[in-house]
């Protein structure tokens, strides 16, 4: 959510509990029970999938980025001692194949990442019987093998995630679209005790105007009326 629909979210959430402290004044209103259900219903919707949204941004891409983080270390201290064993054999193919540097890995594409890892691990591989003297064992290349894995099943998941992302900003504008059009049908519902009710009507605009986001903006929503005759002007509200 960005900070408009927080904003609103918490206005909707105003308007809720200030409803429910006048339960014989508004549930003779009618068409009231429905726009107030989907009120209700829809604060907890927008709640549940704003933190569905959160944890696609933030969640799915911070595993990725500890996995990447991880297997860059891995691949830099197997392709150094591969670059000691290749240089003393003499083997300037085998050198050329596992040479990649710290920053060559980093900021390399997730692709790339994970096939310069692949080739470094398949030639070490190749080549186990003679690297113990180089500190490399076959559990340091399973536990590289494991990471080049888990790394690349995280680089669809990253995408899924964007997609899901982008359901979730659908389904929230949608929402959002829905309650304020429950919230308008209320604010033409409560015209009818305007006069008869003055205390609550008054209430009832205040909780729909201020709309404090817990940070440094505050939006307003408010009714703008007529001067002579206190009616709220077309257009305006």
């Not at 549940?48 to 996995?67: H, N, R, V, Y």
């Not at 986001?213 to 009616?231: F, H, M, P, R």
Request: aromatic share 6%.
């Amino acid at each position: 959510m960005n900070l408009l629909q927080k904003a609103r979210l918490s206005m909707y959430m105003v308007v809720r509990d200030f409803l429910n402290l006048y339960p014989t004044i508004v549930e003779k209103l009618p068409n009231y029970a429905v726009n107030a259900t989907t009120l209700k219903n829809n604060i907890n919707q927008i709640q549940a999938t704003g933190e569905l949204q959160q944890f696609d941004k933030s969640g799915i891409s911070d595993k990725k980025k500890q996995l990447r983080t991880t297997l860059v270390a891995q691949a830099e201290d197997i392709s150094l001692k591969m670059v000691a064993f290749a240089t003393n054999m003499g083997n300037k193919i085998l050198l050329k194949e596992v040479k990649y540097s710290k920053s060559e890995l980093s900021h390399s594409a997730d692709a790339d990442l994970k096939n310069m890892s692949q080739c470094i691990h398949d030639r070490a591989h190749e080549n186990i019987a003679a690297l113990e003297l180089y500190g490399i064992t076959e559990v340091m290349l399973d536990s590289f093998l494991a990471g080049i894995n888990a790394f690349n099943e995280a680089i669809p998941s990253v995408r899924e995630g964007t997609a899901s992302a982008k359901l979730y900003t659908a389904q929230l504008d949608s929402l959002y679209k829905a309650t304020d059009a429950a919230l308008d049908n209320i604010d033409t519902i409560v015209e009818i005790v305007r006069l008869s009710q003055p205390d609550f009507y008054a209430g009832y605009q205040n909780s729909r105007m201020v709309i404090n986001t817990g940070g440094n903006s505050v939006a307003l929503k408010g009714v703008i009326t007529d001067g002579a005759n206190g009616e709220p002007l077309k257009g305006f509200r």
